[in-house]
């Protein structure tokens, strides 16, 4: 059973910054989806930013020229930096990993901005 452990979220004003943080107790190596979605609430979860197959990525129109996902394949870890947040950003953010056919999601960080 492959575990991915999130870390990283909290409470900033707007205008900050934070990391998220997805280790995985997998290689991530030769990936081809790794993500990043968020859901507000009352909201549905909607994709903020992934590698997808090589190393393209795709970013929300919301969050682009602000968060950047990257990752270390020696720690089988994917990050978030998000930059000048905004209270809009306010969400649970969670990972997902798809090794194969096989989806895997984190438990959940909750990042709450302030105005």
């Known amino acids: 059973q492959v575990q991915l452990v999130e870390s990283g979220g909290g409470l900033v004003q707007a205008g900050g910054s934070l990391r998220l943080s997805c280790a995985a107790s997998?290689?991530?190596?030769?990936?081809?989806?790794m993500g990043w979605y968020r859901q507000a609430p009352g909201k549905q979860r909607e994709l903020v930013a992934a590698?997808?197959?090589?190393?393209?990525?795709k970013y929300a129109d919301s969050v682009k020229g602000r968060f950047t996902i990257s990752r270390d394949y020696a720690k089988n870890t994917v990050y978030l930096q998000m930059n000048s947040l905004k209270p809009e950003d306010t969400a649970v953010y969670y990972c997902?990993?798809?090794?194969?056919?096989?989806?895997?999601w984190g438990q959940g960080t909750q990042v709450t901005v302030s105005s």
């Open positions: 590698f997808l197959s090589g190393s393209s990525t």
């Open positions: 997902n990993i798809l090794w194969g056919t096989q989806g895997y």
């Open positions: 997998r290689s991530i190596f030769n990936i081809n989806f």
